[in-house]
């Protein structure tokens, strides 16, 4: 089993709707996990992190976070184009997801 | 400039030929990060400097591959003897550490390596 584990999609969603990306992890001593956002050709770029239980709200971002079940997921409210990407699950041991590619259709 | 860079950004380089990227992270990050990332994949672990120590080093670093950070500031990647499946995009990353936590990674735009 991969330490972190997202599914590649492709995740297509309507624009103005919600787009709800998730990642499972393996390690229960983790303790952080981060979203990262990369356009095609470009670098990834942070754009959430959580470290407890719960949900974490950021702008039209929500990441959530159950030790529990070991998952972690993020939600993007009122999708837009410029949401279209493929975004990174990783938690603080070095080790990424495969990452998601979400199209958001205008 | 107080984010990552890297240098060069694209290198073509015939195969069988050694090259090297550099890396300068964000000055207060102690922990500087290499990654190769594929098409269509995640970023894939290579190794993890803290100051100037090599704390790990992933398998897919073999023999060919050496990085360095000598003075716990910048760093470089080498390869030597490249191979056609060496081309990728190689990403630096560093990060800080604050009240027993980790901060995210915040990356570099990258070197991207073609091996004709």
């Known amino acids: 089993q991969k330490e972190v584990e997202q599914n590649s999609g492709p995740l297509s969603v309507p624009e103005g709707a919600i787009a709800s990306l998730n990642c499972t992890y393996s390690d229960r001593g983790s303790q952080s996990f981060f979203w990262y956002r990369q356009y095609s050709g470009k670098s990834p770029e942070l754009i959430m992190s959580i470290y407890s239980n719960g949900d974490k709200e950021d702008g039209r971002f929500t990441a959530q976070l159950n030790k529990a079940s070991q998952y972690v997921s993020l939600l993007i409210r009122d999708s837009q184009p410029s949401d279209s990407a493929t975004y990174l699950c990783?938690?603080?041991?070095?080790?990424f997801g495969q990452g998601t590619r979400l199209t958001i259709n205008p | 400039d107080t984010g990552v860079s890297q240098d060069p950004r694209h290198k073509i380089t015939k195969r069988g030929q050694n090259v090297t990227f550099r890396c300068d992270p964000i000055?207060?990050?102690?922990?500087l990060y290499w990654y190769r990332q594929t098409l269509g994949q995640g970023p894939e672990f290579l190794t993890y400097?803290?100051?100037?120590?090599?704390?790990?080093k992933s398998r897919l670093l073999s023999d060919r591959f050496s990085a360095e950070r000598p003075k716990g500031s910048f760093s470089t990647l080498e390869i030597q003897r490249t191979e056609q499946g060496d081309s990728a995009m190689y990403l630096c990353?560093?990060?800080?550490?604050?009240?027993?936590?980790?901060?995210?990674?915040?990356f570099g735009s990258g070197t991207r390596l073609t091996v004709v």
């Open positions: 000055s207060e990050h102690n922990r």
């Open positions: 990353a560093s990060r800080s550490r604050a009240g027993g936590l980790f901060g995210g990674y915040t």
């Open positions: 990783a938690g603080e041991k070095l080790v």
């Open positions: 400097f803290q100051n100037e120590a090599q704390l790990e």
